[in-house]
């Protein structure tokens, strides 16, 4: 292999790895589509449900499967004895991502068919995984807090059962409605880092439980859907929207520091799901009579893309930058952003899972050795 194309093919940047049904990425003009539905129509008009049932299935649903869908999520929104016990014995300073991923793992333990690979075991499992990892993660932070965990409600759809166990308030439509569109925006995207994870999982032969907790472990990276957590703690950091340029100058233009949820490495358009996002954190700020962030934000987005370099390099807000203040708006604790985050995108990696199944065959590159060659064994204290 040659320099240039060792350059060329690291971070495996415009490599592609296989073929997709569920989502098509375009990031020249800023499009995601999800099975040929535009994004913006599905985060106006579609509820998580049906995005789910979107990727699983390939079609939008009719009301019977829809209904049929809600009813089997909502019957698997408990958790095992024993796994609801280990969260509450965790050490209350656990990380909330640490906690997802072993939580999932954790499951596999109660699942007698764990490593049954068969379409219909997977089918199951997408679905449970799906129904548990927000009671997961709501548990977790009731448990961090000496809270009882609150049991899902039937008569709840998915956006506001998580906001009923997070918080047990009866979750105001408006952030109700935020948090599906938040969940549909984020549920699916090509083979970004966490769902090539999952893959190359699936590809050896392992299990869905495995698989995913592989994906979460990905997901929590600042440089994947650790950033929103990120964002935000950039934000308060900056301050006010007054410190913005002088913030800027003083760590981004001088390379201390990045402009957490900016950037893309398939985005060189403004990322569609930031457009929808942005509206969304605006109007949950005048809702709360609280601009102040969603004002620095704004404010530094011009700072950023009125600057030479971030234009030449076509650097946008991406998914996790105004999410952050939607989220943060929302009273969703900030360490909780990414397990929200993980929420969302466990029907698209369970799908990206089947995919994979459907047409297996071992992910397994090459790398090229630049070490040293032909050296002389050296007994050990002759070293
Ligand atoms: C997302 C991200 C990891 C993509 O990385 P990538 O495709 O590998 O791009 P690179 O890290 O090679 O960056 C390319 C150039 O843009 C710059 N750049 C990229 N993102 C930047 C950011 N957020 N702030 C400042 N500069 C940035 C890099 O410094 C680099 O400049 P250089 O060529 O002069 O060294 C990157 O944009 C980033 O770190 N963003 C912040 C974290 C984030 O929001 N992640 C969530 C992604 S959805």
Redesign the pocket.
């Known amino acids: 292999m040659t320099d240039k194309a060792v350059a060329a093919a690291k ?1 495996l ?1 415009n490599v592609i790895v296989g073929q997709t049904r569920l989502s098509l990425v375009n990031g020249t003009e800023g499009k995601l589509i999800y099975v040929g539905y535009k994004i913006e129509d599905l985060a106006e008009h579609a509820t998580f449900e049906e995005v789910i049932y979107l990727l699983w299935h390939g079609e939008l649903p009719k009301r019977q499967q829809l209904d049929e869908l809600r009813r089997a999520l909502q019957a698997e929104m408990h958790l095992p004895a024993a796994v609801m016990g280990m969260l509450y014995a965790f050490p209350k300073t656990a990380t909330p991502m640490a906690v997802l991923r072993t939580a999932v793992s954790m499951l596999a333990l109660y699942d007698p068919k764990a490593d049954d690979n068969s379409v219909e075991e997977n089918r199951r499992k997408a679905l449970q995984l799906t129904a548990k990892v927000p009671v997961i993660v709501a548990a977790w932070e009731r448990a961090r807090n000496g809270k009882e965990p609150i049991p899902a409600r039937p008569d709840y759809s998915f956006a506001q059962n998580f906001l009923w166990m997070l918080k047990g308030t009866e979750p105001q439509p408006q952030e109700a409605a935020v948090i599906d569109a938040y969940l549909v925006l984020l549920s699916e995207h090509g083979m970004n880092a966490s769902t090539f994870s999952a893959r190359v999982t699936t590809s050896t032969l392992s299990d869905m439980y495995s698989a995913m907790t592989t994906a979460i472990g990905t997901l929590k990276g ?3 859907g650790g ?1 929103n957590e990120e ?1 935000m703690r950039m934000f308060f950091e900056i301050g006010s929207a007054e410190n913005v340029e002088n913030w800027f100058n003083t760590y ?1 233009k001088t390379k201390q520091k ?8 398939v985005y060189k358009a403004l990322d569609p799901r930031a457009a929808v996002l942005r509206r969304k954190a605006e109007e949950m700020s005048r809702a709360t009579n609280n601009m102040h962030w969603f004002n620095l934000a704004v404010k530094l987005e011009e700072v950023a893309r009125q600057d030479p370099e971030f234009i030449e ?1 076509k ?1 946008y807000p ?3 930058y105004y999410s952050a203040i939607a989220l943060y708006t929302l009273g969703i604790p900030m360490d909780q952003f990414t397990p929200l985050f993980a929420i969302a995108r466990m029907p698209g990696w369970a799908a990206h899972v089947l995919e994979q199944w459907a047409d297996n065959r071992l992910i397994r590159p090459d790398v090229e050795y630049i070490g040293p060659m032909d050296l002389e064994w050296k007994p050990i204290d002759q070293r």
Do not use: I, P
Not at 258 to 265: D, E, I, L, P, T
């Open positions: 971070g940047q600042a440089a994947h950033a964002a981004v990045r402009v957490m949820g900016m950037g893309h490495r390099k650097l991406n998914v996790d």
